[in-house]
């Protein structure tokens, strides 16, 4: 397919990482652009949810444009500056498209300017996806998601379940507390993103929470007790790095469940580097300590409302159910991009 057949439109959060990031990315996309002769759009953002909104009137213009003719419609390229959270989001506005549109009419890439960035590290590294003649020349892959219904009280009044979209993983317990202390030193004077994870770790070190969970798999299997840390994964990596659920694949069409027994601090600070490294699974002492395992789907059941951290944002649940969703995120992939991995 030709350039004249592709149209390329950057969404950007002003708001997303520091100054001297946006003035970078901006003069990035301008020169990259200009070296490879692209025509672009850039749509700066100016309320949550409002790239969301940008993708699906986008598409809805260009479909109904081409409704004579869907064949001579363009690909439409979106690519979203931001963190997890921007993926989230995109992911989330990219299912609510016509399959007709999603299943290889529109893509979404990824510029990485927020904090974390953990979901791009299973196709590359930053300095892949901030290249942006690579980003042009990039190709689209179809990565699985993973569907979510919740209910916490608000909804549980009303009688019915929230439902949405993750694309990374589902956090709770210690590695979601950690992301709320994180959320909290932002912004603080001194306090960038390379040190914000390891502080908010330190922190919430400190309480050490522990979390009540029942969790049902979907072969009938319960877990049931208290855990350190609980998960569900379709990306490798969380936590800006952290080599979590390295077995997991974004293209098997399973979640990988990892449920971590309460642990004390001395122990936890003890094999938080090999956790961290991606090292810890298959070995006699993940098998002492935690419960691994894929599956297709899993339900997380709390006493009462609990934090939950999808894609690095934070919810409240009393009951989830999450499920694998195989193949349906066109995600682009820079060209000569290598997981980290």
């Known amino acids: 397919m030709d350039d004249q057949a592709v149209k390329y439109y950057f969404v950007v959060n002003p708001n997303a990482g520091t100054r001297r990031e946006q003035k970078k990315l901006l003069e990035s996309i301008v020169s990259g652009c200009g070296k490879c002769g692209i025509e672009y ?13 940008f993708l699906i009137r986008t598409v809805k213009e260009n479909a109904e444009k081409y ?5 001579k419609m363009p690909e439409l390229r979106f690519y979203f500056a931001g963190g997890d959270g921007t993926v989230l989001e995109s992911a989330s506005a990219f299912m ?6 999603r299943r290889g009419r529109v893509a979404v890439g990824v510029l990485p300017v927020g904090t974390g960035n953990d979901f791009l590290r299973n196709f590359g590294r930053a300095s892949d996806f901030l290249d942006i003649e ?31 979209y993750g694309a990374n993983m589902f956090n709770i317990g210690f590695d979601c507390q950690t992301v709320v202390k994180v959320n909290e030193l932002r912004g603080r004077p001194l306090m960038n993103k390379t040190f914000a994870y390891p502080i908010g770790v330190a922190l919430t070190l400190v309480k050490l929470p522990h979390t009540e969970l029942k969790v049902t798999f ?7 007790g208290k855990f350190l840390l609980a998960l569900a994964a379709n990306g490798a990596y969380c936590g800006g790095g952290f080599y979590a659920a390295s077995e997991a694949d974004t293209n098997d069409g399973k979640l990988d469940v990892i449920l971590v027994n309460p642990l004390g601090r001395l122990k936890f600070i003890s094999i938080v580097g090999k956790y961290k490294k ?31 951290c999808i894609d690095g944002e934070i919810e409240r649940f009393r009951a989830i159910d999450i499920a694998a969703v195989k193949d349906q995120f066109c995600f682009i992939v820079p060209e000569g991009a290598v997981p980290e991995h």
């Not at 759009?41 to 909104?53: F, S």
């Not at 609510?96 to 549109?101: F, I, S, V």
């Not at 892959?141 to 379940?161: I, N, Q």
């Open 134 to 164: 690579r980003q042009l020349r990039g190709n689209t892959r179809f990565t699985d998601l993973m569907s979510c219904a919740f209910s916490h009280d608000s909804y549980a009044e009303e009688g019915k379940p929230h439902s949405a």
């Open 278 to 308: 991606g090292k810890l699974l298959g070995t006699p002492l993940a098998d002492k300590i935690l419960y691994f395992r894929k599956c297709s789907s899993v339900r997380f059941e709390s006493a009462g409302e609990t934090d939950i």
């Open 218 to 224: 979907d072969d009938g299997e319960v877990r049931e």
């Open 67 to 71: 409704a004579n003719d869907h064949g």
């Open 96 to 101: 609510k498209l016509p399959e007709e549109m």
């Open 41 to 53: 759009t850039l749509y700066e953002t100016v309320r949550a949810g409002d790239g969301e909104d």
